[in-house]
């Protein structure tokens, strides 16, 4: 009986300990989030898009958005970021090959 009652109560601690790292978590979280949809929503792309170029679906991409708990969340962001400035730095090259006259190919 004890061992049951001992696994409950780390159970119960573990749920309490997860609650408390969303709760402290949350808003940092939720703002980075924002700054992400901003960002995708710039470039007039949706979920589906964003999650088809970085190997996920649009609902994981959507709950990285929201702030909500995703796996592998630090390299879900690194992978988003590294998309936007991939086009971003295409969008500049390109547009500095066609002021200059210079053929564009890629």
């Known amino acids: 009986m004890e061992l049951v009652k001992g696994t409950g109560a780390l159970a119960m601690d573990s749920k309490q300990r ?4 969303l ?3 949350y808003i940092r979280w939720n703002n980075e989030g924002m700054k992400l949809r901003e960002r995708r929503l710039k470039h007039g792309m949706s979920l589906e898009r964003v999650g ?9 991409v959507a709950r990285l958005e929201k702030g909500l708990p995703v796996s592998l969340a630090k ?4 992978s988003y970021n590294l998309l936007f400035d991939h086009i971003e730095l295409r969008k500049t090259l390109r547009s500095f090959f066609f002021d200059n006259g210079l053929n564009w190919r890629v």
């Open 18 to 21: 997860k609650e408390k790292f």
């Open 23 to 25: 709760q402290e978590n």
């Open 52 to 60: 088809e170029m970085l190997g996920t679906s649009g609902s994981r």
């Open 75 to 78: 390299h879900l962001t690194t």
